[in-house]
């Protein structure tokens, strides 16, 4: 059950209803959306229990969830959520366009980032992605060069107006990361870092959150959950594959979770398939294949010198072969009644 009060409702008035759902033996817990405080419930609620609830003061709607999801699911909201990336003439994720981003796996240095970078304008790509903070899995490999890769990575949002999604991997960082992106991402690792879910969704920016390697759909959305409840509406999905038995693929890419996820939740949903095959030839079709089956956009692994990368260059495009990917997937996302989104700064145009 999810009782959404209106934004002039007072404290008392909360506090009020909030009594009489425990009365009734419901446990809700204080969070907030749109601006709006609102009383959240694992438990279902019953319409009898709704209509009183909708009578007393200061309530604005009850809304009766089945199963385990609550502001994530489409009982609460049947339309699909339009995330807006980098403010007023920025990227919209959800909407109907689709959205290709696309950057390095890692940051590494300004000439690294300013060759991709024009790589990946020149191609098509209208957000640029990139690690600064990288957590992975052996203590040996490249951890990212930190504060120095945010630098660099707002050099590039400056000098091309792409706005930038990059991780934050530690609810101490949010802030300086959500200070010099446009967009945090919460990877594969921490999908079930709660105290970092918490921070990201206080934060004031749109989130990605990648599911975890070995979550399933509704512990995917229940993590977005987290997001939604500190009041951060601005949300967005991305499939990354999950581990399984396959080793021809560096992950199983779930495309049909894409779809399940885009019937259970009025949020968009992304597709990695980059880190999700760890193989360039399979990125292509899969991207495709994303397209076609519902997602509202990509998330590519680019660099212009792939064999001496410090990460995961081994599944990362050149400008040539992402440039070509966006050209096949105009008529893909076309005929599920979609089109790419366009570039909207001037250098956008000049590459």
């Not at 994530?72 to 959520?81: A, E, G």
Request: aromatic share 4%; glycine share 10%; proline share 5%.
């Amino acid at each position: 059950m999810i009782v959404v009060m209106s934004r002039e409702a007072t404290q008392d008035q909360a506090e009020r209803v909030d009594a009489l759902l425990r009365e009734k033996g419901v446990r809700p817990v204080f969070g907030a959306t749109e601006g709006a405080t609102v009383l959240i419930a694992e438990e279902s609620g019953t319409r009898e229990l709704a209509s009183a609830v909708q009578a007393a003061g200061g309530v604005d709607r009850v809304v009766l969830v089945p199963g385990a999801l609550r502001l994530t699911s489409r009982h609460y909201s049947p339309q699909n959520t339009r995330v807006a990336v980098g403010g007023p003439g920025g990227v919209i994720i959800g909407g109907k366009e689709f959205a290709v981003i696309a950057g390095p796996c890692a940051v590494e240095n300004q000439q690294q980032m300013t060759t991709v970078v024009d790589a990946v304008v020149a191609g098509g790509a209208v957000m640029l992605r990139g690690g600064a903070f990288k957590p992975r899995t052996s203590p040996y490999s490249f951890q990212g060069l930190g504060v120095a890769g945010l630098a660099l990575l707002a050099e590039q949002r400056s000098r091309t107006g792409l706005p930038v999604v990059t991780e934050v991997v530690t609810p101490e960082d949010v802030e300086r990361v959500a200070e010099e992106s446009d967009m945090l991402q919460i990877g594969t690792r921490n999908m079930q870092n709660f105290g970092l879910l918490r921070e990201a969704g206080r934060s004031g920016r749109p989130v990605l959150l990648k599911r975890g390697m070995s979550a399933t759909v509704e512990e995917w959305l229940l993590a977005a959950e987290y997001l939604m409840h500190m009041g951060n509406g601005d949300v967005v999905l991305c499939e990354r594959g999950i581990r399984s038995y396959e080793r021809s693929t560096r992950f199983t890419l779930d495309l049909s979770a894409v779809a399940e996820a885009k019937r259970l939740t009025h949020l968009p949903v992304v597709v990695d398939p980059s880190h999700s095959t760890g193989r360039p030839h399979l990125v292509g079709p899969m991207s495709l294949a994303a397209a076609a089956c519902g997602a509202d956009g990509l998330l590519i692994d680019v660099h212009t010198d792939a064999a001496a990368a410090l990460c995961d260059g081994a599944q990362a495009l050149d400008g040539d072969r992402f440039a070509a990917l966006v050209d096949q997937l105009k008529p893909v996302v076309e005929a599920v009644g979609r089109s790419l989104v366009q570039p909207r700064t001037p250098y956008l145009t000049q590459v």
